[in-house]
């Protein structure tokens, strides 16, 4: 089996080669060759030391040197050249402490994580796969290579990694590697929220987010994401809903655009229903305030799991805001969207559809041709150019200064006065219809 790989790739094999080393592509962008998928990244590895791959190459970063990665920069691009090796004791659960050096491609794969990432390729020698690796992508299976408990022994995140492939390329996971992921879970505790974070985002904004479950079956999300297990156990006895909260919680994922924003908020939407949960004589089931509750167990998961504060925030007032009820006129809807704010609500609006989709047949025949209306008021809301922002209002700070005004809080309060009275008549927007309305207040500053 031949593939066209890049041609600064087949530069750096060549130059090695025509120099007495070995050196092969490895690892996924092998995997993505043989599935027809076009490699995001191309990794080498080869027999040189990394001081022969700095003396061979003009331009190199010793990105990882003491585990024989050199990162050899060519035409604009960066590829990482590592040396054949054998590694050590992985004592933090994480890292080798130490590696050795090897000529040997054979024990260069072998310390691999998966059969799918461990073949490698050279031009004139086709695919390496000593592990089984094409057979495994075949039958679209994650193996692990050798011994399961061995490789999540050396690296716990080697667990999340399993499901993130399974969960990307649509694959099963070999059953004894699966039930050395479940006795392998608690090894996660070693591994930093950073990695956990990273591996999760790229499972959600995954072709097949629903491989999450896999995670819960494993005891994984008990141990990284224990309010999903809360949302599995719970119930809704309710006509508008056919699922638990976490398999509705599923199903919104899979209706949702594959945006980190986006599969974040599905994922953490209805958490806080299980803080909010009553039911009523009738035996049906009621979450009233979930969207607040949920927003700041949000806020609490995401901050653990440290992302960013532009993240965070958009995140947590989108689930503030996914169930919020208003009576559907152009002026209440005005105010909302300058509540969620015009950038975001776009994004309200799909995870509003995205929810409701995840409820039962009676929610759907009755919500989504009611999200389509508002999407109509919406729409015409931005053609007629209403005001949404204060940066939109037709008065601004100097207007009301010019007029006499003395900047301080009472300035603050005319503006966010003048504000509320355009959301509800946009007519209003004119700098001097504004400044007449509010002319004994402006003339009353002190």
Known sequence: MRFEIPDNVSYIIKTLNHAGY???????????????????DWDI??????????RLFRRTVD??????TVTVLTRGRQYEVTTFRVDGNYKDGRHPENVTFTRCLSEDLLRRD???????????????????????????????????????DEDALRIMRAVRFAAQL?????PETL???????????????????????????????????????CGITARILPVFDAMMKLEQHNPFHSYSVGIHTVKMLENIEADPILRWTALLHDSGKTLTHTRDEGGCDHFYGHGQASAQ???????????????????????????????????????????????????LMDVMRADNLAKSPLAVSKLIPALDDLQKL????????????????????????SAGMKPGPKMGSVLKDMFETVLEDPGKNEKELLMQLFKDRIADSP
Request: charged share 25%; proline share 5%.
């Open 378 to 401: 919406y729409e015409e809301i931005l053609e007629e150019g209403d005001c949404l922002t204060l940066k939109d209002l037709a008065v601004n700070g100097g207007d009301l200064i």
């Open 179 to 217: 039930a050395a992921i479940s006795r392998h879970a608690p090894r996660l505790d070693m591994i930093s929220c950073e990695r956990i974070q990273a591996e999760l985002t790229k499972l959600l904004i995954s072709p097949h987010p629903e491989k999450i479950l896999i995670l819960y079956d």
């Open 22 to 40: 070995e050196a092969y592509a490895v690892g996924g962008c092998v995997r993505d060759m043989i599935l027809g998928r076009i490699p995001q």
């Open 297 to 347: 167990l949000a806020d609490e998961v995401l901050h653990r799991l440290r992302f960013d504060n532009n993240t965070i925030a958009k995140v947590t007032t989108l689930i503030r805001y996914h169930d919020y009820r208003f009576s559907m006129t152009k002026k209440n809807l005005r105010k909302v969207i300058s509540m969620v704010s015009p950038e975001l609500f776009p994004l």
């Open 63 to 68: 990105t990882g040197i003491k585990h024989g």
């Open 114 to 152: 998966f059969t799918v990432n461990a073949m490698a390729y050279h031009p004139d020698e086709g695919i390496v796969d000593l592990h089984g690796g094409m057979d495994d992508i075949r039958n679209r299976i994650i193996r692990a290579v050798g011994d399961p408990d061995a490789r999540f």
């Open 45 to 54: 590895t080869t027999s040189a030391l990394p001081e022969a791959v700095k």
């Open 170 to 174: 649509d694959f099963d996971i070999e």
